[in-house]
């Protein structure tokens, strides 16, 4: 391997990484609204015993938490990869077109009253709308497209979906259903299920396995796709596996938790100088900096004591949009 | 590793850029490829590292169909070094140069590296990032990172195109030593006496058709230069080398 000559070394910045995003894991099964003893739950759990502190934990705490990590870093290293295989660093998972296809897909289960016959018709209504999306895409992806149209793709599909949803809204039968849509469009991961997690984590994990696939051919799509092709990389190939992989992570994701932004755009340009900007080794680290972020958001948006709780999108939005701000200016004073 | 195209013909939408194109490259020399703008050299050099499909016509590496390779051993067998190259990220320079090395795997990552950036003069810039580096330095960096394939064959297009007298003659030397090396090296170049001193062969194109192939002193007689470029030029030898320079634009000959 070559050597770390900039940056944190690797292994360091990633164990690093693991560790918070653990102890964020640990504080937020312990922090919600109800005072609550982790280690009677634990106990409790253990021992099989029916307590309500043991179901909190396994029904409510768990679950938060595990989606608050897949959700991020699927957000997270899809932004990374993204922004690698366009060489643009203001793309974000919101590109391809599946968010808004998956958000289209669980506002219809919305609509169509789904979601009051079972719970599950949202997430399974957004998997099937980021499965039409992906499939969409996989299918331009195959005849051809480039990078490019690709994303002009996923724009149109972006518009298209966002007209739906909102002709969606605008038809609804009584503005109380449009309201409990727009709140689930604002992204949160409270009342989430172990189900809900059985149901989308194997979406999020494939995506993340193919986009992580693809370190090698980030790192060579820095010289330019000519000069990456030279180098004995697939293009078609690539753009296969980075647009797939983010269509099923974020496609999972928002239909699971809806819509949470900034997380994909911000967190890859927070690790960049940390791995001395080389795009294969932002993806893992992007994905672990994403969960600790989102992880972190979603304990914030408890501690803050509004009723009715802030939204998990809406928090990420508010703190990501002036980072990023921020951001943008330090770059520019680089010269970068 | 000896590089051939049969018959080439390539294609642009609907327009023919080569045509019936044929060329051999031998390992140990520098084959130059010379013509006017639109000549199609760089369309001929995407096409022979499979860049760019092929309409009609072979290209071959050692005898084996380009087609045929797959595509690891592609990279590692061919490193080419686009025309006015980017680089997106501000890396620094030493991980740059070491991403020709993509292909072998993670052997000999440091030496090989080590080795480009001394041929391309960049060992002083190792440690800066990208962004901080003037035109010429970026070239030569890209330069260091095509030389750091250690490919057996070397297509560059355009290497000293943004290059001061200095670095154009150290760059030509860096292709002539790989060429020295054992390696296939092909060029494009505009600057002909660079072509002339620095190359082997000569390949002049225009519009699309091979003109001339062979030495530089034939390729470059004063008579083919004018009907290719439509230029008249000064021609000479110092030190035992030939320079030619473009004089005037052979259209003007007679103007005042």
Redesign the interface.
């Known amino acids: 391997m070559t050597r770390a000559t900039t940056g944190i070394p690797m292994t360091g910045l990633a164990l690093g990484l693991c560790v918070l995003i653990l102890a964020l894991m640990a504080a937020s099964l312990v922090i919600g609204p109800v005072p609550f003893d982790i280690s009677h739950a634990l106990a409790d759990l253990m021992a099989g015993r029916p307590s309500l502190e043991a179901m909190v934990l396994a029904e409510l705490r768990l679950p938060r938490a595990i989606l608050g990590a897949a959700v991020g870093f699927s957000l997270g290293v899809t932004g990374a990869a993204l922004q690698g295989l366009m060489r643009n660093p203001l793309a974000d998972p919101g590109v391809v077109g599946v968010s808004g296809a998956a958000a289209l897909g669980a506002v219809l289960a919305f609509y169509f009253g789904l979601s009051s016959a079972f719970a599950l018709a949202l997430p399974l209504g957004g998997l099937a709308g980021a499965g039409l999306a992906t499939a969409f895409l996989l299918v331009l992806a195959r005849r051809g497209a480039g990078t490019a149209t690709l994303i002009l793709a996923g724009v149109a599909l972006n518009s298209l979906t966002g007209a739906l949803t909102a002709l969606a809204l605008n038809l609804s039968p009584s503005p109380y259903a449009a309201l409990e849509v727009v709140f689930w469009l604002m992204g949160s991961l409270s009342d989430r299920s172990l189900q809900h997690v059985a149901l989308t984590l194997p979406f999020m994990v494939l995506g993340w396995i193919l986009v992580l696939a693809t370190s090698r051919a980030m790192d060579a799509l820095t010289l330019g796709e000519d000069t990456a092709q030279s180098l004995g990389f697939s293009l078609p190939r690539t753009r296969l596996l980075v647009v797939g992989g983010a269509a099923a992570a974020v496609g999972a994701s928002v239909a699971v938790a809806g819509a949470i932004g900034f997380v994909g755009l911000v967190v890859p340009h927070l690790m960049r100088p940390l791995v001395g900007h080389r795009p294969g080794r932002l993806l893992l680290v992007s994905g672990l900096a994403g969960a600790a972020l989102t992880l972190g958001a979603d304990i914030l948006v408890r501690l803050i004591p509004t009723r009715p709780e802030l939204k998990l999108g809406v928090v990420t939005a508010l703190l990501g949009a002036p980072f990023f701000l921020l951001l943008l200016r330090r770059l520019k004073m680089e010269g970068e | 590793m000896i590089l051939a195209a049969q018959d080439l013909t390539l294609r642009r939408g609907d327009a023919i850029v080569v045509r019936d194109l044929s060329l051999t490259a031998r390992p140990g020399a520098m084959l130059g490829l010379i013509g006017p703008n639109g000549a199609g050299k760089t369309s001929l050099l995407?096409a022979l590292?499979?860049?760019d499909p092929v309409a009609a016509g072979v290209v071959t590496y050692d005898g084996r169909p380009a087609a045929a390779l797959d595509?690891?051993?592609?990279?590692?067998a061919?490193?080419?070094l686009?025309q006015n190259?980017?680089?997106?990220?501000?890396?620094?320079v030493?991980?740059?140069v070491?991403?020709?090395?993509?292909?072998h795997g993670?052997a000999e990552?440091?030496a090989a590296?080590e080795r480009a950036m001394a041929a391309a003069d960049v060992l002083p810039l190792r440690?800066r990032?990208t962004?901080s580096l003037s035109g010429g330095e970026r070239a030569r960096v890209?330069l260091a990172?095509a030389l750091a394939?250690e490919a057996p064959v070397l297509l560059a297009d355009e290497p000293v195109a943004a290059l001061d007298p200095y670095h154009q003659l150290q760059v030509m030397e860096a292709l002539r030593d790989a060429a020295r090396g054992g390696a296939t090296v092909i060029t494009v170049l505009h600057d002909l006496t660079l072509a002339a001193r620095f190359c082997d062969r000569l390949l002049l194109m225009k519009g699309g058709r091979a003109v001339a192939e062979g030495a530089p002193d034939l390729v470059l007689a004063p008579e083919r230069v004018r009907d290719a470029y439509g230029v008249t030029v000064e021609t000479g030898t110092r030190q035992g080398e030939p320079f030619i320079l473009p004089w005037r634009r052979s259209d003007a000959e007679h103007k005042p």
């Open positions: 995407r590292c499979g860049l595509r690891r051993t592609f990279g590692r061919v490193s080419y686009a190259g980017r680089i997106h990220w501000p890396m620094k030493e991980e740059v070491a991403l020709g090395r993509l292909p993670p990552v440091d590296a440690g990032t962004g890209l990172r394939v």
